[in-house]
């Protein structure tokens, strides 16, 4: 029986200093890796992750006070995996110190339904442990009575490994009423999603929990203070619960001592498109893209001078093209200034054979599809901008339309209650920024093979006299004494 005594909390963890002259990163060594598991070369569940060291001295990590967890996942420089790239620490320490009366809940997000984005699902396939593990630590952190594992509904197969590892976890004692012989109750619940990609959204997720519709809801009241059953309820993305067992046994300056300042650890990438070997994998953040993409996944088909473009965050991340891509580095704020984000790092691959406005509509129809309708500029905007490109894809447009569609987006973004409205607008607006002589070309195609298009379009125009619209507008001026 190992006895927890407060003043020696640091021998549990690695005394490692952040290097803030490190010039260079990527090429993390097979030692510093979190997720071992990632390919499943091993087993997955129990006996597997115990080898791997799963659970390893737990309950001592149990035995801290809270604040010591929080402290040390805010010096790990941790930010949310999920696409906000929020300080995890910070997030965390919103939850009440002490109850007023009703419990606290963790809400771990699975319904990853971005599209490109494939690496929630490998650590439940894979490495399902890590992930209960870090929601036992971070719902000890916070206070919380219990975890909710809301997972998208297509995940069948993950959703029964999920279950498969809870119901293991609970007969080794490491969760339930104990948790590993510490006395802390909390037990893990998995709940399954019907496929909407709306439920990514935190409050939206809380409503289909609950049994309801899923749609956001406004904001404040945040989920911190009235979440889950109008409880205080954090919710997180499922790789940044479960590198927490990692930072919490190493030690935070262990994971501090990778990527960039405000840019630590190490991360998931999932690189797919026209290279030669899609793939996810782990790496340093901060790693130069032209480098992830040629170490990890062979290259881009027919070799780096054929590339036209990157999506580097998943589909709602702007596109940057190949004179960006050259240097720019994965990270949160190096993407930023180079004009999209990393988002939950979902990069895609666009070689010169592709049609890039055919790829944007792609995504537009999605995001027509997936909104939920509430807010009228996302609901009414989304469509707009789908039937717009639909004619630029063919050049069937006019110049000044590139800036109409522009402006579109720019209603769109950030007048809506949740961040689809802005996933939607992105594409269109990196589309806009780095190809826009690409739609010019296509116009100007289409007008040399349509004739008759030559014709100056006209975009707008004021009322004919005479007209209905005429009458109204006079019928207005006289009620407000225009006249």
């Not at 080898?51 to 996942?73: A, N, S, V, Y």
């Not at 930010?79 to 620490?89: D, T, V």
């Not at 720019?410 to 961040?419: F, L, N, P, R, Y």
């Not at 990196?430 to 040399?448: P, S, T």
Request: proline residues 5%.
């Amino acid at each position: 029986i190992i006895k927890w005594r407060p003043i020696s909390y640091g021998r549990l963890f690695a005394t490692i200093t952040p290097d803030s002259k490190k010039q260079h990163h990527g090429g993390l060594s097979d030692q510093d890796r979190i997720f071992t598991n990632l390919y499943c070369d091993q087993d997955p569940f129990i006996n597997g992750a115990l080898k791997r060291g799963d659970w390893h001295r737990t309950k001592d990590i149990l035995c801290c006070p809270q604040e010591f967890i929080l402290d040390e996942i805010k010096k790990s420089g941790l930010r949310g995996r999920g696409g906000a790239g929020f300080a995890s620490g910070v997030k965390y320490s919103f939850m009440p110190k002490k109850s007023d009366g009703r419990p606290s809940y963790l809400v771990v997000n699975a319904d990853e339904s971005e599209p490109a984005t494939c690496k929630d699902r490998e650590i439940i396939r894979h490495d399902p442990h890590k992930l209960l593990e870090g929601a036992l630590i971070v719902g000890y952190a916070m206070r919380a009575k219990a975890a909710y594992i809301y997972i998208r509904g297509e995940f069948w197969d993950e959703a029964n490994r999920l279950n498969k590892a809870i119901d293991e976890a609970d007969e080794k004692g490491v969760i339930g009423k104990t948790s590993c012989g510490s006395g802390f109750p909390f037990d893990i619940y998995v709940h399954s999603g019907a496929g909407a990609y709306i439920c990514g959204e935190e409050t939206a997720l809380l409503e289909s929990i609950e049994g309801k519709t899923g749609k956001p809801r406004m904001k404040p009241p945040f989920p911190a203070g009235i979440g889950l059953y109008g409880c205080p309820t954090t919710v997180t993305n499922v790789e940044t619960v479960a590198v927490c067992p990692s930072i919490l046994k190493r030690g935070g300056n262990w994971f501090a001592s990778f990527g960039r300042v405000n840019n630590r650890g190490v991360k998931l990438y999932c690189i797919s498109g026209h290279v030669n070997n899609p793939c996810t994998v782990e790496e340093e953040m901060s790693i130069p893209l032209r480098e992830l993409v040629e170490r990890h996944a062979g290259g881009v088909r027919g070799g780096w001078d054929n590339l036209l473009g990157i999506i580097p965050g998943g589909s709602s991340t702007p596109i940057i093209p190949k004179s960006v891509c050259d240097t720019v580095l994965m990270d949160f704020d190096d993407l930023k200034d180079a004009g999209t984000s990393l988002g939950t790092a979902g990069v895609i691959v666009l070689d010169k054979s592709t049609d890039v406005i055919d790829d944007i509509l792609r995504l537009a129809k999605f995001y027509r599809h997936e909104s939920c309708g509430q807010c009228t500029p996302c609901r009414e905007g989304t469509g707009w901008m789908e039937d717009m490109l639909e004619r630029f894809k063919i050049g069937n447009a006019d110049y000044a339309e590139i800036d109409m569609l522009y402006q579109l987006s720019k209603q769109i973004e950030g007048h809506t209650i949740c961040a689809l409205g802005d996933a939607a607008a992105w594409p269109v607006q990196g589309l806009i920024k780095n190809f826009r002589h690409v739609m010019e070309e296509r116009i100007d195609k289409y007008k040399a093979e349509h004739p008759v298009t030559n014709v100056p379009r006209v975009l707008s125009h004021l009322p004919k006299k005479g007209s209905h619209q005429i009458y109204l507008l006079n019928q207005r001026k006289q009620f407000h004494n225009y006249e």
